[in-house]
């Protein structure tokens, strides 16, 4: 296993044995807080789980539907719950209408979307400025008990319409009641007074049992807008992480591809020739004419070269120098080449290598006879 494997395989040996000790510390601690703003499963400041609690006390049986509302069964004496969605597709908005209609009873707000405008035509438009001590405005049931609800004063409803402004000030109000055939929208602006950090402030505990209507009604929260859907195995996994798992798989697959080793080099271009003899021959006696005693290192080349050419000119083995210089030259022999023959000639490296390709087997054709 090459190192980059073994650097790979580690990094998720450790990522898996990290999710498994945040198992075993939530396990033995218990969870902290957090979870989706206005999703009556979350328990951070901005969630909605202590008001699901407060309903199931008050003898409300409290459903957390994971399908969204065209898709559940809604009943004309059910509450239904969707606060702060990011979107409300057409066909759940012509779901809770025709839920609306039949009798039902909605508490909503609009989130991120125009959505309540479809639903309610006359309904309330947002905009104004914040009520931070919101007061009843009407003598409606929802409000009957509650003399001050406080708010985080984000946001308020400017202009009821043809809906009646029920809890704000004398400028804006922070809930809006509609009527729909049948049915009853609470339609708030901000949610705040249902969220877990103000539930207990001022007379917020009172107003939110209220919205959800006479006791042993089914108040139905809608958690798929908060991300809680039906699916299960990897279809569960939110969008956004499985896009993050990815893109890491594929920085560690490249990160492995990067350090691992190689099938092979890259495939040249040309056929790679071997160099010829003489660019070798060349090559090697510069090499040795930087050395300090070239004739010394080149003793037995040019030992080899005389023995040459003793025995391609039949000279006797004890030939004298002139009489080798001789038969070289008549063999072919440049008259560089001749010259290295002489011990008392200057050393020319060069010219004692091509004179030793010169005379190798093989190239006699070479040789003049």
């Not at 406080?150 to 009527?179: E, F, Y």
């Not at 890491?248 to 080793?261: E, S, T």
């Not at 090697?284 to 300090?292: F, M, N, S």
């Amino acid at each position: 296993m090459t190192r980059g494997w073994k650097i790979g395989l580690s990094i998720a040996a450790g990522i898996v044995a990290l999710n498994l000790l945040l198992a075993a510390l939530r396990a033995v601690t218990g969870s902290t807080p957090g979870g989706p703003a206005s999703s009556a499963y979350a328990t951070g400041p901005d969630g909605a789980a202590a008001y699901a609690t407060l309903l199931s006390e008050a003898g409300h049986d409290v459903v957390h539907e994971r399908a969204t509302p065209h898709a559940a069964q809604l009943e004309p004496g059910d509450t239904a719950v969707v606060l702060d969605p990011p979107f409300v597709l057409r066909q759940d908005e012509r779901a809770l209408r025709s839920f609306l209609l039949r009798g039902g009873r909605l508490i909503a707000s609009p989130g991120d979307s125009n959505w309540l405008e479809r639903l309610v035509p006359q309904g309330p438009a947002a905009g104004g400025r914040g009520v931070a001590r919101a007061r009843p405005l009407a003598p409606v049931p929802e409000v009957r008990a509650v003399s001050t609800v406080a708010t985080a004063g984000d946001d308020a409803w400017v202009n009821s319409h043809g809906a009646l402004p029920v809890l704000g000030d004398a400028d804006s109000s922070v809930l809006a009641i509609a009527r729909a055939g049948a049915g009853r929208a609470l339609l708030l602006a901000d949610t705040s007074p249902l969220q877990n950090a103000y539930l207990g402030r001022a007379d917020n505990a009172q107003f939110a049992a209220a919205l959800g209507g006479p006791p042993r009604r089914r108040v139905v929260f809608f958690e798929a807008y908060h991300g809680y859907g039906q699916a299960n195995g990897l279809s569960a996994v939110p969008g956004r992480w499985k896009l993050a798992l990815l893109l890491g798989a594929g920085a560690a697959l490249v990160f492995m591809l990067a350090r691992g080793r190689r099938l092979g080099p890259p495939e040249d271009e040309a056929r790679a020739f071997a160099p010829a003899r003489r660019e070798y021959v060349d090559a090697v006696a510069a090499t040795l004419a930087r050395t300090r005693e070239p004739r010394e290192a080149l003793a037995a080349v040019h030992e080899e070269l005389r023995t040459r050419v003793v025995r391609r000119a039949s000279l006797r083995a004890d030939a004298s120098v002139d009489d080798l210089a001789a038969a070289a030259s008549r063999l072919g022999l440049a008259a560089d080449e001749v010259q290295t023959l002489r011990p008392d000639a200057p050393f020319d490296e060069l010219a004692l290598g091509r004179a030793f390709a010169r005379t190798a087997e093989g190239r006699r054709s070479a040789w003049r006879t």
